[in-house]
């Protein structure tokens, strides 16, 4: 299955990829992760500082699955509310989560900082309005719970909004605290600064398969070599296994433009990340060169349609949609594509040990909050591989 079709706007802001070699020969290491988009990419970073020998495999190349179609909105806020959590899993629980969601954006903006490559980081405030009058009060709620247990959030009213904003909405809040990121480079950066460390090697074109389990090492094996792992991670995003297939998720479609450079954006303060409370919601954002990023349509079809006509018939939809909130900009649709997306049935990843599989671990951002999830997953699964605890660890245990 094609994670997406049509046109992808990332790829065309990289330049010259690194190229790493396809697995040739028989080796050892202590963590073997597999796949290397956007969470392998954060976990082989995070372990290069580690004394441990990793090796990163990838099936295609490093960055080129959901992370070339990933639009980069990073938001400690989820697609679920607090209080629609707390409602679900308690409270305590839910701002337990929530506070998880808010160090994995610090991470990242920790990590952009330490890139030496230009990923196009920019720190953002997030607007999220009530897309009816019938939201209102969800919205009222989500800024009350969210003030109580102190998260970077203020409230506006529709005046405020068209004051600040210049288009119409009943009620909003704004987030602090959230960020924008050109996706594709941060995994092609972040998987080069690790393979400069002698403890990490990486291999493109290579794809594993397990063996089985002998004296303390998981065998696995490729078409050419075999490697022999203290650990492993599945970082494989949206690519369902045996093992994943009986877990609570679902798999969707959703659409993408990403529009011509815009010369100005005086009504669109701050350009910060805007997003709705309708299900399914529409968002946006900008990029370093004055585009604007729009997604929506979500539709609960695992592949996007290929056909050309299709596709600009989506980007259209998707331009009308920016045009009701600043229809004095000119707009055109230079690239627009669908893709594949996941999702869990509770609204929170699965990520940890996998249950009578001792040291083998997956790190599944599934979710709207993908990139984020990723960061703090990674962050538990490298405690769990070099500490064997971490104290959040069971919010996100894949037996839930």
Partial sequence: MSLYHGSLY?????????????????????????????????????LAKEPLKVILVEKDQVG??????NTGLLQYCNDKMLHSFAENIGEKDAVRFYRLCLKGMEELKEIASSLKADIQFENRQSLYYASTEADVQSIKNEY?????????VEFLDAEMIYKTYGFRKHVAIRTSGDAEVNPHRLVVS????????NNIQVFENTEVEKVHFQDGYWLYKSETANIRAKHVVYATGYELDNYTRNMATELNRTYVTVTNPIPSFHQWEDRC???????????????????????????????APSDPKILEAYGHKL????????????LKADYTYGATFGESKDGIPFIGEVPNSKNVYYCLGFGGNGTVYSSFGSTIIKDLITKGVHQDADLVRLDR
């Fill in 273 to 303: 990340l805007i997003w709705e409370t309708k299900r399914p919601y529409f968002y946006m954002r900008t990029t370093f060169d004055g585009r604007i990023v729009a997604g929506g349509l979500d539709e609960e079809t695992m592949e």
């Fill in 190 to 197: 972040l998987v080069k600064e690790a393979s400069k460390c």
């Fill in 64 to 69: 080129d699955g959901s992370s070339a179609a």
């Fill in 10 to 46: 990332w790829p065309t802001t990289l330049g010259n990829k690194p190229v790493y070699p396809k697995l040739s020969e028989d080796m050892s290491c202590d963590v073997l992760i597999i796949g290397a988009g956007m969470s392998g990419a954060l976990l082989t970073y995070k």
């Fill in 144 to 152: 009350e719970m969210l003030k109580k247990y102190d998260f970077p």
């Fill in 319 to 330: 331009l009308a949609r920016i045009k009701e909130h600043f229809p004095q900009i000119q």
